[in-house]
């Protein structure tokens, strides 16, 4: 049963009691568990596909409802592309009797509302139940947890969406064992009252990966038993009500890859990025479901390691130094950087001067690294003049100057076609690199 605890170290006896409703039995605010006649089935077997073409939640031929009930074990739901994107808002609690996948389609996605009526799904039997790129909200689960997704079976979130549900404590998703990639769980709220720290998925073993747990009402991500087992890799859990993270008994965290939080309850500074993930609000950032984007100035950009997930939950392709959280950053500066045709030679010290214009889609702070060669030839003899220099920049959206002394390496300039370089360094994981060459003109000035 689950270790609940109050900041104190003890829950009143009402709370536990309330809780233990969730966990044990069935809730009043669940409807009775329909019982069906054995239907017409195909020969349907592990690996079928069936397909959903009617949004309506009546039963009918093409109906979800109707489709599970032709479920034995191990097949696929997928839905008619003319429902991709659409939201099925369903009346009651949907049972599911066999382990199945529920599978939107990859490009927008499908929407299951409960219409906080009730839970959206109820589990109670030994198999796993699969959502990939399906967005679940709506569900409601009383004074019981698990507002989306309650009982005993295994859950697999993929490129999927828990948000906006409501459960007892603010638990939204109660399970044997829960895994999720590339998915999010955001808006959870309670239907009680505050002052108790409860996970939002409540499990005896959790995985998440590159998923983004965050802005929920009352409590992160733990494990349900004392001996559970909490895994997070490269995965952003912050912004939730309670604790990010919750430790019942001897239940342990392991912490993979990198992974960040606003606070230490996941784990010190020495096994977690303490800061501000810098999310942005929930939103259609494109693919199957909202997420929430990771705005510049995220330290959550490029921090990724050990990256073994190849898109995010858009399917949006990820770097190999991959960002935290569901979503990968995309949206980087531009810089464009300019050089001037022509250089002035001091006459004094043979020293160059270079000089251009830098651009910025956003304003940020830099430095350029500049390096300025010349080819110079005396009978059948090649020799060459290079020197370089570094020059901080601050970059705007209008083109701003920018002059450095070309510091001698090897060789003196003298009048005639040279070779100038600048490129971006010591620039934030969300500026693009900026690079240019370009023929410059030598001549010396005049004393």
Not at 339 to 364: F, H, K, M, P, Y
Request: proline share 4%; hydrophobic share 35%.
């Amino acid at each position: 049963m689950p270790a609940y605890r109050s900041r104190a170290g003890r829950l009143p006896l009402a709370l536990t009691a309330t809780l233990m409703l969730a966990v044990l039995g069935a809730c009043a605010d669940d409807t009775t568990a329909p019982t069906f006649s054995a239907p017409l089935r195909p020969n349907a077997a592990a690996g079928d596909v069936f397909l959903v073409t009617n949004a309506a939640d009546n039963g009918e031929i093409g109906t979800l409802r109707w489709a599970l009930k032709f479920t034995t074990g191990g097949e696929t739901i997928r839905f008619d592309a003319s429902l991709a994107g659409q939201t099925l808002t369903v009346d009651s609690t949907i049972f599911l009797y066999k382990s199945v996948t529920i599978e939107g389609p990859a490009g927008r996605g499908i929407t299951i509302n409960g219409g906080s009526k009730g839970r959206l799904f109820r589990a109670e039997f030994s198999g796993t139940i699969t959502f990939r790129n399906v967005a679940l909200t709506g569900g409601y689960g009383g004074n019981g947890a698990g507002g989306a997704f309650y009982g005993s079976s295994d859950l697999v979130l993929e490129n999927s969406l828990v948000y906006n549900n409501e459960g007892g404590g603010g638990i939204a998703i109660v399970a044997g064992n829960v895994t999720i990639t590339n998915s999010t769980i955001s808006g959870t709220t309670f239907s009680e009252q505050p002052g108790f720290d409860h996970p939002v998925v409540l499990a005896n073993n959790v995985v998440a990966t590159n998923s983004t747990i965050a802005n929920n009402a009352w409590g992160g991500l733990g494990s349900e038993t004392s001996i559970g087992r909490v895994v997070i890799r490269n995965s952003v859990i912050a912004n939730n009500g309670g604790k990010n993270c919750l430790q019942y008994g001897s239940s342990t965290f392991t912490r993979e890859g990198k992974n960040i939080s606003d606070d230490d309850t996941c784990g010190g500074p020495s096994e977690m990025i303490i800061a501000d993930p810098k999310l942005g609000a929930l939103a259609d950032n494109g693919g199957p479901a909202k997420t929430h984007a990771l705005l510049a100035g995220s330290p959550a950009i490029n921090t990724g390691t050990s990256c073994t997930v190849q898109v995010d939950q858009r399917y949006m392709a990820r770097d190999a130094q991959c960002d935290l959280g569901a979503f990968e950053f995309a949206s980087f500066t531009d810089v464009t950087i300019t050089i001037d045709g022509s250089s002035a030679v001091n006459q004094s010290n043979g020293w160059a001067t270079l000089t251009g214009t830098v651009t910025c889609s956003r304003s940020e702070t830099f430095s350029l690294q500049l390096g300025l060669e010349q080819e110079q030839r005396t009978g059948k003899v090649s020799t060459q003049a290079h020197a370089h220099a570094t020059e901080p920049v601050a970059c705007g959206t209008t083109p701003r100057p920018w002059s450095a002394s070309m510091v001698l390496d090897a060789g003196t300039f003298e009048n005639g076609a040279a070779t100038a370089t600048a490129y971006t360094i010591g620039a934030q994981p969300w500026v693009a690199t900026g690079w240019v060459t370009a023929p410059v003109k030598l001549y010396r000035a005049r004393k």
